[in-house]
Structure formats: structure tokens, C-alpha cells
């Protein structure tokens, strides 16, 4: 179930992600897995040898009195009925309970995900009392979850109570009509016991699976909500003929938010660098975004192609096999660096990892560790700089060996020393791909062949980096704020 659920979640588009914690996505797969295992055998165990019991002892008191067996069916019927009606009445304090429950576990790996911060913040004290009200919230929705439970339990002993007291009486009844032997009286009583105690058996074994089902469907309505953008079965793979890119009329917005593109075309001919200029929300990340697929453009609204052909008509593998992202935050598996580098290209040799190091500039760093290439990157990278990681990425990259190669900001982070290093090795791996590039740093882009302006999702200006400079517009008017301001420093 944990497999297929976590193939599920693949699925979803990064937006899905953005909205949801980590750790919480995490407790609810494991959760729900637990939730079933536990209904499970709680069914196997409890709930079925319980009944088979309840139906034995039913069938041999009715060998003595068919009238007391079928009171008896009558009557653990509607004690079983009465209090799983009961119990699904406490399904909301359930359902509480687990969300909380989720929550709590988001709660702790993001913390510990930040510890840096907490600490660089001298904020320790603050944290802890604030996950200490998290984990109020969630014993007190616990207490409120058994404390149902527990009711539900002592409803059902005063009920056996009162019944295996009538019982007897009926059966002493009959034994002094001298309607029953004193060896009936013994049968009826212990197998009468067996029954209504069988029944508060079957009862709490239903109880606290509902408290499970709660769990499952919690965690299963969370995790298995429709995808943003299924993928279809059977599609060709992609055909990079030459790796031009074409959008075609694009319009697009993010679920409940203002459109991002507004008839966004553009045309990039293949082996061309093109750089992405234009103020914050303007819609240049999103263009990538659309290039690796994260997103549609919904039905009628325009198309991206490669090569001519839509996106949405190839297979997504065959896609990011023909593209490379840098992105401006560089995530690394907390595994060794050989298997980040190789990420993308998994049957590559230790030879040829190497090589792709040499051309990145980071074969030096590789070769100073005690463990080489078997070295691990910590959690998200922290064992390395963010110079350091840049290169990784870019050797990952090399390593993959992809036509077409989209840039976010990927020096924008870096100090000038590490920035020249870095781009260096961009302009390396930049050579006979198809180039689309995001970068506030207007020096990056003084070697590309085009630069797109855009303002508000449209494209409102295009040329080369010495028609741009020369012309009243965006990019103009920011090239010179970024002289100025040398120009300062310099001073």
C-alpha cells in the first residue's frame, strides 16, 4: 500500500507539493498503511473467531430451546448494531484525532528541517513551546477519541450485565417448569455468557476499527485527491529532430490565482541561448515550468512544443530525457555524490562521472574528499557549499548529455569569485544545446543570442543584448540601474 501510494503522489504536480508538508505526507502514507494492517488483523484475530464463536454457542443452546436461541440472536444483533451505530457516531473525533496526528508529524520534520534557522535565531525556546501546544492539541483530540471509546465499553457491561441476568433467570425459570435439566441450566448458562460476552468482543473489536477507518479514510482523502494533470498511457516518445521550441498562444493561471500568461508566444530555433528578462511575477518561471511539464495549458489555451510536437502528446520520460534544468536552489539526496551526479543518467560509469566533473569545474572538490565519489551530501546538500552544489548540479547535468538546457537563476546566489567558476562551466555545458535562461544578473546574459522581455505574461520585447541596450524598454532601464550601481562601487 506504501508503494502504491507513493506512486500515486508521484503523480501530482509540484504545486500539490508546495501546499503540503513533507513530514505530513509522510505520516499519512504510513499511517494509512498501519491503519490497514490493523484492521486487518484485528478482523482476522478478533472480529471473525468472535463470531464463529457467537454462531457455535447460538446453534447449541438451540439444540435445548429453540425460543432462548433465537432471543439470543435477536438480542446480539442489536447490541452489536446498537453500538457500532454508537461507534460511528464518534467518526469526527476520530477523524480529529488523525489530522492532528499528521499535523504533528509535519510539525517535527519541518522544525528539524530548520534547525539552522531556529538556532541562528536564538530560537529554541519559542519553538519548543509552540510544538508543545501542537502536541496539546493532539492529546486532547486522543483523550476525546477514547474517552468515546470507553463509553462505548461500559455501555455494553452494564448491557451484558442485564442480560446474562435475565438469562439465567429464564433458564432457572424453565428448569424449576422442569422444562430443562439441571445440565441445560449449566449449558445455557456458560454458552449465554460466552455469547453476550462474545457480542461486547465483536462490539470493541468494531470500536476500534473504526477509529482505524477513521485514520484510513483521513489519510486517504488527503493523499488520493484527483491529479492536476494526469498522464496518458501508450504515448509516443518525444522525436528531438533539432530542438527547437515553439509556445504556442498561451494563456495560463495557477488554480485560484491571476493569470500568469496572457497569449504568450515565442518561437526558439534550435542551438539558440535565450535569456528570460522581466520584473518578479511577470511569468518567466512559468515558461519553464511549462517546458518541463509540470503544467498544462488548459484545453483551448495554447501549446508548447519541441520539435513541433505538443508535449501533451509525448511521453513526460521521454520529455525530461531530452531536457536538463538547472534549477536556483540546488536539492541534493542525502546519498553519496555518485548517486546525485547520475541522477539523471543512471547507467553511467565512474569514468564517465568523472569527466562530467572535469568539464563542471568540480573534480578538484570530488578528489579532496576522503571518500571521493562515495562521499555523502547530507541532507539536502548541507555537507557542501552553495558554489559546490551549483557545480554538482552542473556536472549532472554534463553527465546527461541533454539537448535542450532551461537555467534558473543559477549564479544568482553566488558570490563574484564563485560566479565566474560557475559560469564558466555554464558556458561549457551551454555549446550546441538549445539554451532558455532566467537571470536577474543582466552580465550572464551578454553572450546569448536572444533576450525575451517579459512584463505582465506577455512578450513585450525581443532582440539581441546589444539591440535591447540600445533601446527604450525594460531591459534598458535595468542594464543601466545595474551600471550605476557598479558604478558606486566601484567609487
Not at 498501519?34 to 486487518?40: D, G, S, V
Not at 528541517?113 to 492529546?139: H, P, Q, W, Y
Not at 455469547?195 to 468482543?201: A, E
Request: hydrophobic letters at 45%; a neutral charge; aromatic letters at 6%.
Amino acid at each position: 500500500m506504501r508503494r502504491e501510494l507513493f506512486g500515486y503522489l508521484t503523480g501530482h504536480s509540484p504545486a500539490y507539493f508546495s501546499n503540503a508538508q513533507p513530514g505530513t505526507l509522510a505520516s499519512r502514507i504510513a499511517a494509512t498503511a498501519n491503519a490497514l494492517f490493523t484492521i486487518e488483523n484485528t478482523s482476522a484475530w478478533s472480529a471473525i473467531p468472535t463470531f464463529l464463536t457467537v454462531v457455535g454457542a447460538v446453534a447449541l443452546i438451540g439444540w435445548v430451546n429453540v425460543g432462548m436461541a433465537f432471543a439470543l440472536v435477536v438480542i446480539s444483533t442489536f447490541m452489536t448494531v446498537f453500538l457500532f451505530w454508537l461507534a460511528r457516531k464518534g467518526s469526527e473525533r476520530h477523524l480529529r484525532f488523525a489530522t492532528r496526528a499528521a499535523f504533528v508529524d509535519g510539525e517535527l520534520v519541518d522544525l528539524l528541517g530548520n534547525m539552522s534557522t531556529i538556532k541562528a535565531f536564538d530560537a529554541t525556546a519559542r519553538e519548543c513551546l509552540r510544538f508543545g501546544n501542537c502536541l496539546d492539541n493532539e492529546v486532547s483530540s486522543r483523550q476525546s477519541s477514547l474517552r468515546h471509546l470507553e463509553k462505548l465499553r461500559l455501555v455494553h457491561a452494564v448491557l451484558t450485565v442485564v442480560l446474562s441476568s435475565l438469562l439465567l433467570g429464564w433458564v432457572v425459570w424453565l428448569w424449576n417448569e422442569e422444562r430443562a435439566t439441571t445440565g441445560d441450566v449449566v449449558l445455557v448458562s456458560s454458552l449465554g455468557f460466552a455469547i453476550l460476552h462474545g457480542t461486547r468482543d465483536l462490539a470493541v473489536a468494531l470500536v476500534d476499527m473504526t477509529q482505524h477507518v477513521a485514520r484510513l479514510a483521513e489519510a486517504a482523502q488527503f493523499l488520493l485527491v484527483p491529479r492536476e494533470m494526469e498522464q496518458r498511457l501508450g504515448l509516443p516518445n518525444l522525436d528531438v529532430r533539432d530542438a527547437n521550441i515553439d509556445f504556442e498562444n498561451i494563456s495560463f493561471s495557477y488554480p485560484g490565482r491571476r493569470r500568469v500568461l496572457d497569449h504568450f508566444s515565442l518561437h526558439i530555433d534550435a542551438g539558440q541561448r535565450v535569456g528570460l528578462v522581466g520584473p518578479s511575477g511577470a511569468g518567466k518561471s512559468t515558461v519553464l515550468a511549462l517546458l518541463l511539464r509540470w503544467f498544462d495549458p488548459p484545453a483551448g489555451a495554447g501549446a508548447v512544443c519541441i520539435s513541433g510536437q505538443r508535449l501533451s502528446d509525448v511521453s513526460l520520460k521521454s520529455l525530461h530525457d531530452a531536457v536538463s534544468f538547472v534549477p536556483q536552489d540546488i536539492s541534493l539526496f542525502n546519498r553519496s555524490l555518485l548517486d546525485n551526479l547520475r541522477y539523471g543518467r543512471p547507467e553511467a560509469t565512474e569514468k564517465e562521472v568523472l569527466r562530467a566533473c572535469e568539464h563542471a569545474g568540480c573534480l578538484e572538490l570530488i578528489l579532496a574528499l576522503p571518500d571521493g565519489l562515495h562521499a555523502a551530501v547530507g541532507d539536502r546538500g548541507a555537507r557542501l557549499s552553495g558554489g559546490q552544489r551549483q557545480r554538482i548540479a552542473i556536472a549532472r547535468a554534463f553527465l546527461k548529455d541533454a539537448p535542450i538546457l532551461l537555467l534558473d537563476e543559477a549564479t544568482s546566489a553566488l558570490d563574484s569569485a564563485t560566479e565566474a567558476v560557475v559560469q564558466a562551466a555554464l558556458d561549457k555545458l551551454m555549446k550546441g544545446r538549445t539554451v532558455v535562461a532566467i537571470a536577474h544578473r543582466l552580465s550572464t546574459l551578454q553572450s546569448f543570442d536572444r533576450i525575451v522581455v517579459i512584463q505582465h505574461g506577455r512578450l513585450v520585447d525581443d532582440g539581441t543584448p546589444g539591440e535591447l541596450a540600445h533601446r527604450a524598454g525594460i531591459y534598458r532601464d535595468v542594464l543601466l540601474r545595474h551600471e550605476r550601481r557598479a558604478a558606486g562601487v566601484c567609487a
